[in-house]
């Protein structure tokens, strides 16, 4: 089973990572905590810029903010996706895995034509 159009939508926009995707959930496991930073850095054991990138990705869609730290705040339909995006995760963790590791398919097109032949393709 594949994700749905919107679903796959909201992964493409929102969730260009395993470790942004491991950020959105921890952020909402905890919704009416304030993370600072620092927090968050430690929980996922990453990097400050990588955090950093994701989290302000997150703010521009709509996904966290508020003030003293950072809080899970999605509206619909934003939240109802993410809802969607959590269960998947816990019953398929693949199917999630593979759309988000997998280019879109533009991308996907693009690379394939860079791609380096076997010499008895050629």
């Known amino acids: 089973m594949s994700l749905s ?5 909201f992964v493409r926009r929102s969730l260009k990572s395993l470790w942004a995707l491991e950020l ?10 304030a993370w600072t ?10 990097n400050d810029s990588l955090v950093i990138r994701i989290l302000e990705d ?3 869609h709509g996904l966290v903010g508020g003030e003293g730290g950072w809080r899970y705040l999605a509206d619909a ?7 969607q995006i959590e269960t998947l995760y ?5 199917t999630l895995i593979k759309a988000i590791s997998t280019p879109p398919d533009r991308l ?8 380096i032949k076997k010499e008895d393709e050629r």
């Open 90 to 94: 816990r019953e398929r963790p693949m």
């Open 58 to 60: 997150f703010r521009r």
């Open 77 to 83: 339909p934003e939240a109802a996706l993410c809802d």
């Open 5 to 9: 159009p919107e679903q796959l939508a």
């Open 37 to 46: 930073t620092a927090e968050l850095v430690g929980e996922l054991r990453a």
């Open 24 to 33: 959105l959930l921890l952020l909402r496991g905890d919704r009416d905590r």
């Open 108 to 115: 996907q097109a693009l690379a394939d034509a860079f791609r």
